[in-house]
């Protein structure tokens, strides 16, 4: 069932593997929701509304292209991390950049650990690992997102989804990778989670 995982000859593949995960990591931490909220004369996001540098915080400055920016910015580097580790060492590495990526934009050394919640990032290396798994995930977070008009809750959904699509098309490294990330992404929720069961959860595009 695990392939790859089985065949990788971890004692040897040490010294990549973790090269992978620095390079995911440094990637990953690249914090583009401040760096382009500042570029828009908004200051500085993590002074506004949750806090957070992610897309959906950045969108309450009322920067869109920032938010866009930040959006299309935080999947690139989880994308760019697992294609560059793929096309170098193979899947296993590939899954190992991934996680690197994740964790550098949740808890990005040059913010003192204090990052985004992972969700663009998430949705990247989705889409590098298996496109049409990506693609099912971006469509549940748009239809729970029209449905409801809340970032966190189509996020959650659509996270919460991801490990099963994976299944559904056979990858089950990527399957138990991916359920590992939504765990880590309700996690990061948890504060988002109490507002929606409370039904305080601000809807998309409400500004600070």
């Given at each position: 069932m695990f392939d790859a995982s089985n065949t990788t000859d971890w004692a040897a593949q040490a010294p990549t593997f973790t090269a992978t995960l620095v390079l995911g990591y440094l990637l990953g931490s690249i914090p583009f929701g401040l760096l382009f909220?500042?570029?828009?004369?908004?200051?500085?996001v993590r002074k506004i509304g949750s806090g957070n540098i992610g897309a959906t915080n950045v969108l309450r400055t009322g920067k869109r292209?920032?938010?866009?920016?930040?959006?299309?910015?935080?999947g690139g580097k989880g994308a760019a991390a697992v294609l560059l580790a793929g096309h170098l060492f193979g899947?296993?590495?590939?899954?190992?950049?991934?996680?690197?990526?994740?964790?550098g934009h949740v808890f990005p050394v040059w913010l003192r650990f204090r990052g985004?919640?992972?969700?663009?990032t998430f949705f990247g290396v989705l889409l590098a690992l298996k496109w049409p798994v990506g693609l099912l995930a971006l469509a549940t977070w748009l239809a729970v997102a029209a449905a409801f008009r809340i970032s966190s809750l189509s996020a959650l959904t659509a996270a919460a989804l991801a490990p099963l699509y994976m299944v559904l098309f056979r990858q089950p490294l990527y399957a138990m990778l991916a359920l590992l990330l939504t765990i880590l992404i309700f996690a990061t929720h948890r504060e988002n989670i109490r507002r929606l069961l409370a039904g305080q959860e601000p809807r998309i595009g409400t500004k600070a």
């Open positions: 909220s500042w570029m828009a004369g908004a200051g500085d292209w920032a938010a866009l920016a930040t959006l299309v910015f935080d899947e296993v590495a590939a899954a190992f950049a991934a996680f690197a990526a994740f964790l985004g919640k992972g969700v663009a």
